[in-house]
């Protein structure tokens, strides 16, 4: 754990959120600024700063997407489509340093992304 990163901290249970899913590696909770009718992040419990790191940890990366696409079921969007998305670095949307998967449902999505 990191002290001074949100994310850890909401995974240490320091910060409450409307977490939906958790499990011994991550935790899903509701986005304070939802995008879309349903807005859920995943992130893992260890402090990895972005997708840019996964590179040597296939493990994480498989775990993750697993965890998004159970949440994205039990959120009830399997049927409407729902988008996985992750930005990596400030210029690419990423404002929280510690790696966050976003799964995004509820509506159309546009694309490309701005
Ligand atoms: P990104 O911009 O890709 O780094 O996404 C960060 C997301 O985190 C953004 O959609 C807003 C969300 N967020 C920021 N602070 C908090 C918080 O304290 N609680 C929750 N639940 N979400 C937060």
Redesign the pocket.
């Known amino acids: 754990m990191t002290a001074d990163c949100?994310f850890c901290r909401?995974a240490a249970g320091e910060?409450p959120?409307?977490i939906v899913a958790e499990d011994e590696g991550w935790v899903a909770?509701?986005?304070?600024?939802p995008?879309a009718p349903v807005?859920v992040?995943v992130i893992p419990r260890v402090h990895v700063e972005s997708a840019a790191d996964l590179e040597t940890d296939s493990d994480l990366a498989g775990e993750l997407l697993r965890a998004a696409s159970v949440v994205a079921r039990t959120e009830g969007l399997e049927q409407d489509g729902f988008r996985i998305v992750?930005?990596v670095g400030e210029r690419a949307?990423?404002?929280?340093m510690h790696l966050?998967f976003?799964v995004l449902g509820g509506r159309r999505m546009r694309w490309p992304p701005g």
Do not use: E, K, P
Request: hydrophobic fraction near 40%.
């Open positions: 949100l909401i910060i959120a409307d909770f509701r986005d304070i600024q995008q807005h992040l992750t930005n949307g990423q404002s929280v966050h976003h």
